[in-house]
């Protein structure tokens, strides 16, 4: 599962501003609202967006997004999460 956290974090401690950080990279607002969502299903973002926040931010990509990992157990009723 994808996850945002790291970015918004990072928009927190770096006192960020959505809008213009949006204006700036010339990000749509519904790419912005999937960063910025928070929802434990975190829609897929561009690698060449991703590019563009690291490099205005001078940051890795593990500051923008992070993988966490669902582990399915299967057994003879199915998969359960």
Same mark, same amino acid.
């Given at each position: ?7 918004? $974090? ?5 006192? *960020? ?9 010339? %990000? !749509?607002? &519904? ?11 975190? $829609? ?5 967006? *991703? ?9 890795? %990509? !593990?500051? &923008? ?17």
């Amino acid at each position: 599962m994808i996850s945002y956290k790291p970015f918004q $974090k990072l928009l927190i401690d770096n006192e *960020i501003k959505v809008t213009v950080l949006m204006k700036e990279l010339n %990000i !749509s607002s &519904v790419t912005m609202a999937t960063l910025n969502a928070r929802t434990k299903n975190n $829609k897929p973002v561009s690698l060449s967006t *991703i590019e563009k926040i690291c490099m205005k931010l001078n940051c890795k %990509i !593990s500051d &923008v997004v992070e993988i966490k990992w669902i582990i399915e157990f299967s057994c003879c009723f199915g998969y359960f999460n």
